[in-house]
């Protein structure tokens, strides 16, 4: 999904709060911060929210990836950073109408592949402040120099996703009606319990190992005794020879 396929891309860099775009950059600039090129100053130390866009015909929105990726404290972008964002919006299901056509949308609660769902964030998809819609004006204003063409259709396939998707968080919300949020493992969640059985481990590690270098040290003490009595031992035998050799002489 290429320029020369008629879609342009772009990203979106949102404020803090995810309320206001920050910043807008082509898709290579963004693949180029990713590598290194440049630091993301103003993005320094956080956790950026961001959007992929794929634009088509008439500067319209055809699909939305809504993700995350981290700045390091000098202002560079994770360089681990892998998420496909291409075929994300590829499989996406149909998101809302906003007057061009459902435009595809992969966000957190409507991700196409479950394990990268964790990097990407839920937008508000309803009234004035539609995460979507926000996109489309700034695209609209185009100050990228965006030029697209092409037209992104959205197939039965899509909509049977969508409905599963839909039949998904409907089950995710039963499950915490039933359950409460104890019902759910959040991330955090499992770093917490993950980073909670590593300290367990470090601590009998080093239990272990401070019990061990006490058995050593013991060991070591006892030998530093017993060498010290063969000393005297030998101390005393030298001095008994050296009499016996005395009287032997006939002195006194």
Not at 115 to 133: C, F, K, R, T
Not at 235 to 247: A, D, G, K
Request: proline share 4%; hydrophobic share 35%; glycine share 8%.
């Amino acid at each position: 999904m290429t320029e020369q396929e008629g879609f342009a891309e772009a990203v979106l860099l949102y404020e803090a709060d995810r309320s206001a775009v920050a910043q807008e950059i082509h898709f290579s600039e963004f693949e180029a911060l990713v590598e290194g090129a440049a630091p993301l100053e103003e993005f320094a130390a956080s956790i950026v929210s961001a959007a992929y866009v794929v634009v088509g015909n008439a500067l319209s929105l055809q699909g939305v990836v809504f993700f995350t990726f981290r700045v390091d404290e000098n202002g560079k972008v994770d360089p681990t950073f892998n998420l496909p964002l291409r075929y994300l919006v590829q499989n996406a299901g149909a998101g809302p109408d906003i007057g061009t056509g459902p435009v595809r949308l992969a966000c957190r609660g409507r991700c196409p592949v479950p394990w990268h769902s964790v990097n990407l964030w839920e937008p508000v998809l309803d009234g004035e402040l539609s995460a979507v819609q926000l996109a489309q004006k700034t695209v609209w204003r185009n100050r990228l120099g965006l030029k697209g063409s092409g037209r992104m259709e959205n197939s039965s396939r899509d909509l049977e996703l969508e409905d599963v998707l839909i039949e998904q968080r409907q089950l995710e919300e039963r499950l915490t009606e039933t359950f409460g949020e104890q019902g759910k493992v959040s991330l955090e969640t499992v770093i917490t319990q993950h980073t909670e059985r590593l300290t367990k481990v470090s601590e009998k590690y080093r239990s272990d190992l401070e019990r061990q270098q006490q058995i050593y040290l013991d060991q070591i003490r006892g030998c530093k005794n017993e060498i010290q009595k063969l000393k005297s031992a030998l101390r005393n035998e030298q001095e008994r020879s050296r009499r016996l050799q005395q009287l032997l002489r006939g002195e006194p």
